[in-house]
Structure formats: structure tokens, C-alpha cells
């Protein structure tokens, strides 16, 4: 599918400046947690959407056009899925209650666990790839899959495992209600305990497990340069921290972009499918030929259709909300504008995920646009 070389210095100049923009990026957390503004948050979000486009500059001037495209098309799929993997760190955030001044720190351990999980899942599909070329078969049916899981199951059915792995873990481990820095472990009355930060990273973790899952298999129909796989993802997870205290509180409210990243995810599946119709080796299938007349989809037609999907997803979601807001009766609208009004005077710094700062309790939750979850939820918590 790829028929490009890129130079091994470009390869290591390339990882090594990553590595040192990542670096700074947590040393930065590590030495000044806070609260990002949005302009903050704004600025930060646009240097690594800046970084990302230099990136496939070079790659187009360096290594050719093809490389550019699939770099371009890998990334903004990866790009799409992150922004999934953002609600539900917003969920998370919201359902156990994590302070303010730990989110940034609670977020970069948790784009470090992507990090690691998702290029052991390149090594381990590129050797596949490598090896066993009806693997693509397998690869495809899994994103078709996980679109039909992703269109049709409801956001409910993700906090209702979360809140599963909260009462498996309490009834096993003693576990306080109340936060103590960045510390998992703690001293009350004596008798250590674990803090509420035990379970918020295993859930971070197991999301960031789930998404690793459909991220690669996807882009690996783009492209199959293990290279371009992972830059792809880390110019997609660098600035995610940013843009959850940016855009977190209005990704509960795209309700069609779960649909967009549904398509893309789907029309990635028929790819891979067909490239393996093309590559076919197996006997039972057209007697172990190749299947020539299956159509090639090429990057520049993977590009526009994974543009065109989130487009569409993301205008319908805010035409929407923006008719929702319109039609509002007065008192409605004039009530969360009151709301609004104190919470300021609270925090000048709203933040995504609105949670309640009187108690770190995990089981005290508030949605991202600042509602109370259903008491048939609340019931299932422990």
C-alpha cells in the first residue's frame, strides 16, 4: 500500500524532537499544576494543531506526497478518535469527582498510558502485517464491528461498566472518599488506605486500552508504515490536555459526532477488507488468488471522506444544540444564565468537567454541562 522510503535521519530527528516536546510538555504539569484559562488552553491547542501541519510539510517536501497525505489522513483519524477518547475522560473526571488542580496531572498520565499501549499495538500489528497479509481481513471486520457498537450503543452503557468496576473494587480494597494529592495511598486513623486516584487511573487506563484497540487496526488501513502510525497518534494525543479544559464541556453536546467517527471507523473496515480481497492468500477465498476487480481506495479519497464525516457530524451536533438553545422557554435559559452568574463568582476558571468541590467523593457526580446525573445512576453507585 505504501511505496515510499523515509530516511532513517528523518525518522530519528523526528522522534527525538518528540520526545523533547513531550518531556516539556509534562515537566510543565509536574512543576506548575493549574487550571489552563481558555486562552491558555487555546494557544497550546493551536501550537500542536501547528506542529502537526509543519510535520506534514516536511514530510511531503522530504519523503513525497504520499507520505504527506497518509500522514494528514492517519492523524486527523486519529485526531476524531481522540476526541471520543476526551468524553470519556470528561465522564470520568465528573464521576469521581477529581479535584481541579489534579485534572492536568490526572490527564497526562493518562495520555502517557495511551502513548505506550498504542505503540505496543504498532509493534505488534506491523509484525502481523508483516507476517500474515489476511490479517487485514481480521482487522476490518473488528472497525466494522466496533462502528455498529459505536453508533447504536449509548454513552449510558460506558458508565454502567465504570460504575461495575467501582463496586467490584470497593467491596475488594479499602478505598477513602476523599482525594490526598496525587497520592494512591494514605493513612487514616492508623490503617493505610487507598485513595479515590487508584480507581481514576485503572479507569483512565482501561479507556485508553479500549481505544488503542480501534485506533490502530483503523489507521493501519491508512497506512502501513509504522512510522507514520505512531506520529500520527502522538501529534493526535499531544495538546488533548488542552483541548479537554478547552472544548471539554461541549463534547457531551455533539451528539452526532459519535456518528462521523461510527462512519469513518466503518468506511476504514470496508478499506482494509478490500485491500485484503487485493492481497488475498487464502485458499478458500477465490482458490488463494488475488481478487482484482475489488476497487483500491486511495489516501486522497480516505482524506476527503474522513474530512467530509466530521465535518458534517460536528455542524449538524451545533446546528442542532443551537436550535435546542432557541427554542428554550425564557425561564429556562434565564435560570442556567443565574447559574452561570454564581459559578463564576466561584471559579474564574470553568473547567470541563463541572464536579462538586466540597467533597472529593467519588460517588458525588455532575455531568460536563453542569446537570445531576439520573437518580436511577446514582442508585448503582457505591
Do not use: C
Not at 497479509?133 to 454513552?155: E, H, K, M, N, V
Not at 467501582?166 to 494514605?186: A, E, S
Not at 428554550?328 to 476558571?349: F, S, W, Y
Not at 463541572?354 to 446514582?378: F, H, I, K, M, N
Request: cysteine-free.
Amino acid at each position: 500500500m505504501s511505496d515510499f522510503v523515509i530516511p532513517a535521519w528523518f525518522e530519528i530527528g523526528s522522534l527525538i524532537v518528540l520526545s523533547l516536546i513531550l518531556i516539556a510538555d509534562l515537566l510543565l504539569v509536574v512543576r506548575r499544576p493549574h487550571v489552563p484559562s481558555p486562552r491558555e488552553s487555546a494557544l497550546w491547542v493551536g501550537f500542536y494543531v501547528a506542529l502537526a501541519l509543519i510535520f506534514a510539510a516536511l514530510m511531503f517536501t522530504i519523503v513525497g506526497p504520499q507520505a504527506g497525505g497518509e500522514f494528514v489522513a492517519g492523524w486527523l483519524t486519529e485526531y476524531s478518535l481522540s476526541i471520543d477518547n476526551l468524553f470519556v475522560f470528561v465522564i470520568i473526571m465528573a464521576q469521581f469527582a477529581v479535584p481541579k488542580k489534579m485534572q492536568q496531572e490526572v490527564l497526562m498520565i493518562g495520555i502517557i498510558l495511551a502513548l505506550i499501549f498504542r505503540g505496543i499495538f504498532i509493534l505488534l500489528g506491523a509484525a502481523l502485517i508483516e507476517n500474515f497479509s489476511w490479517i487485514f481481513y481480521i482487522f476490518g471486520l473488528f472497525l466494522l464491528i466496533t462502528a455498529g457498537q459505536q453508533a447504536f450503543s449509548g454513552r449510558e452503557d460506558d458508565e454502567a461498566r465504570e460504575n461495575a468496576l467501582i463496586r467490584f473494587l470497593r467491596r475488594r480494597v479499602d478505598i477513602t472518599d476523599d482525594y490526598n494529592g496525587m497520592k494512591l495511598r494514605t493513612v487514616v486513623d492508623g490503617k493505610r488506605f487507598f485513595t479515590p486516584l487508584l480507581i481514576v487511573l485503572i479507569a483512565i487506563g482501561t479507556t485508553d486500552l479500549i481505544f488503542a484497540l480501534d485506533s490502530i487496526p483503523a489507521i493501519f488501513g491508512i497506512t502501513q508504515s509504522p512510522f507514520i502510525v505512531f506520529t500520527a497518534n502522538v501529534f493526535a494525543l499531544m495538546g488533548l490536555r488542552q483541548l479537554y479544559f478547552l472544548l471539554g464541556h461541549l463534547v457531551d453536546k455533539l451528539e452526532y459526532l459519535k456518528y462521523g467517527i461510527a462512519f469513518i471507523l466503518a468506511f476504514i473496515g470496508v478499506k482494509l477488507i478490500f485491500h485484503a480481497m487485493h492481497e488475498n492468500e487464502l485458499p478458500f477465498i477465490n482458490g488463494g488468488e488475488h481478487i482484482e476487480w475489488v476497487p483500491d481506495i486511495d489516501t486522497v479519497t480516505s482524506l476527503l471522506v474522513i474530512v467530509t464525516a466530521m465535518t458534517v457530524a460536528v455542524a449538524a451536533s451545533l446546528i442542532k444544540l443551537r436550535l435546542e438553545h432557541r427554542y428554550l422557554p425564557t425561564a429556562l435559559i434565564a435560570r442556567g444564565d443565574a447559574d452561570d452568574d454564581n459559578d463564576d463568582d466561584v471559579d474564574a476558571e470553568p473547567v470541563p468537567a463541572a464536579v462538586s468541590t466540597t467533597s472529593a467523593s467519588p460517588t458525588s457526580v455532575s455531568l460536563p454541562d453542569g446537570t445531576s446525573a439520573p437518580e436511577q445512576r446514582d442508585s448503582d453507585r457505591t
